[in-house]
């Protein structure tokens, strides 16, 4: 700013050394130093302009695309990063993962990576031209904030940036657990519990009917929504129920699963017609059956025998009476 604002007065003051010059030289000396003293100026003035505006020059314009990288494990994410410098010098990139204490993914100059890598990154790293990174076979443990610096030899300033990854196991077909799929009505706290083997960072919503329910007065789900209670069953809540599990890499539908009321009115005819029934049939057995009891010894008993006077056959009377007891016991209970 100093060395433009000279150039005025330095050019002035040169200007005025031809005061006492006659009219003549000093017109024709205008003449030829009018396109010097521009050029002179000009100069300068792209000296000035040149200073200020490597300020631009002297760093590392970098931009991200994305900030949030969404990865499954076992699969691959890509960091990806670019750069504009003016110097053609190539790149030191460097890659950290945001810890209490950060730790070193990779530093590379180029391409060409620099020095030995951690054993938990080895054959798993890719770096690109430009400062991307690729990551293969991830991890849980991969989950995190990757900064990323870029500086190049030339110039003053370092590009930085940060990437948010994240890990996440898939979720297994979720399945629904019922203490009975069977309750009658007026039953308390039947509760319905989603379950699922793997998947990670897991949110859960249910649903009746094809339609989604939400906590009320009847329907309580816990914090996590994995559980749902239903406090009064009714008869409107014999229906098809499904929870569906999700997560930052997917979502999935357990089997639908069906709870099913039965009023109480028809639950004590079916009790009191099969009981009536198999009270009968006890009944019966106890009053007409008597368990055969075999002596060692037999006593003699004398031979009350009867004939029947038609065929002149001896016949034992024992059936006949056992029949009678049966009857008298069957009537002598109901009556």
Request: net charge neutral.
């Amino acid at each position: 700013m100093t060395v433009c604002s000279v150039l005025p007065s330095v050019t002035n003051h040169a200007g005025g050394l031809g005061g006492k010059q006659s009219l003549r030289p000093k017109m024709k000396a205008e003449k030829e130093s009018p396109s010097k003293d521009r050029i002179i100026s000009q100069i300068l003035l792209l000296v000035c302009l040149g200073f200020f505006n490597t300020g631009g020059v002297l760093a590392v314009n970098m931009t991200i695309p994305n900030t949030l990288i969404r990865g499954t494990v076992g699969g691959e994410a890509l960091l990806s990063v670019r750069y504009v410098s003016f110097s053609l010098d190539l790149p030191v990139i460097k890659w950290q993962l945001k810890r209490e204490k950060s730790v070193t993914v990779v530093q590379s100059i180029g391409t060409d990576i620099i020095g030995t890598l951690r054993p938990e990154y080895r054959d798993r790293i890719l770096v690109f031209e430009n400062g991307t990174l690729l990551l293969h076979n991830l991890r849980l443990s991969d989950d995190g904030i990757y900064d990323v610096e870029i500086s190049i030899t030339d110039d003053t300033f370092t590009g930085e940036g940060s990437i948010t990854l994240t890990v996440d196991e898939p979720i297994s077909r979720p399945y629904i657990d019922m203490e009975a799929s069977s309750v009658l009505e007026l039953s308390e706290n039947v509760i319905l519990n989603c379950s699922h083997d793997n998947g990670t960072r897991t949110t859960y919503r249910w649903l009746k009917g094809g339609k989604p329910l939400t906590n009320a007065t009847r329907f309580v789900l816990s914090p996590d929504q994995k559980l749902l209670t239903i406090t009064r069953v009714l008869m409107a809540d014999d229906d098809i129920y499904t929870c569906t599990v999700e997560n930052p890499v997917g979502s999935i539908t357990s089997l639908p699963i069906r709870l099913t009321v039965y009023r109480r009115s028809s639950l004590y005819i079916i009790l009191s017609t099969g009981g009536i029934f198999l009270l009968i049939t006890l009944v019966t057995i106890c009053a007409c059956w008597t368990p055969s009891k075999k002596s060692r010894h037999p006593t003699r008993k004398p031979l009350s025998r009867f004939y029947d006077h038609s065929h002149q056959s001896p016949v034992n009377n024992t059936g006949i009476q056992l029949l009678f007891s049966c009857y008298n016991q069957i009537q002598s209970d109901y009556l």
